[in-house]
């Protein structure tokens, strides 16, 4: 999650507008809100000092409003946690062991969620039985989704295409009315 929407995140869940947060942080006037628009909106990149003043505000480190940097221990838990709260990951325990499991409150994120992480998992227990090298493993992560070829995804066409194609069906839908009205009048 980029650091806009972190600041976004964490105003909401603050309760707090654009311009009070900017009038907090020592923005004045009209200026307040434009300013934080730009930090949100990522026309604008906060300097480190008033990352950190915005992360004592929400009262969270500055770990949790920056992009995470997965290369640290600290940054990989940032990065969980934001998982956690874009799309509903939660952490539990089964037999013992620590695991990481989709959130089913959320149907629809859970049911996107479910469908990618399945394709993930089919492809790791396919290198586990040595069904695939670790060479076609890699290939299959590092290029998905486009080499993922599980029955889970299907193409949707574009706005404009499906109205497009709704318009036709409508045409033809009233050419069969008309079509139909000619033969009964007969």
């Not at 929407?5 to 809100?33: A, C, H, Y």
């Not at 920056?66 to 990951?89: S, W």
């Not at 959130?103 to 040595?130: I, P, R, V």
């Not at 318009?167 to 007969?186: D, G, L, N, P």
Request: aromatic residues 10%; contains cysteine; proline residues 2%.
């Amino acid at each position: 999650m980029a650091i806009g929407k972190r600041i976004r995140f964490f105003r909401n869940r603050k309760g707090m507008t654009q311009k009070q947060l900017g009038e907090v942080l020592g923005f004045l006037g009209k200026t307040s809100d434009v300013r934080m628009a730009q930090y949100e909106t990522e026309a604008r990149t906060p300097k480190h000092d008033l990352v950190k003043e915005m992360a004592n505000i929400f009262d969270v480190s500055t770990h949790a409003l920056t992009v995470p940097d997965i290369d640290t221990y600290t940054g990989l838990m940032h990065t969980l946690f934001a998982l956690e709260d874009m799309y509903g990951l939660k952490i539990g325990e089964i037999d013992g062991e620590i695991c990481l499991r989709l959130d089913k409150s959320d149907c629809s994120t859970y049911s996107s969620m479910f469908d990618m992480f399945h394709a993930w998992q089919e492809q790791a227990a396919k290198l586990e039985q040595g069904e695939i090298s670790k060479e076609e493993y890699d290939q299959w992560r590092y290029k998905y989704p486009e080499l993922d070829t599980s029955t889970h995804w299907a193409k949707v066409p574009s706005q404009a295409v499906s109205d497009m194609l709704m318009e036709e069906f409508q045409k033809i839908e009233k050419e069969e009315k008309k079509t139909a009205k000619k033969k009964k009048q007969k």
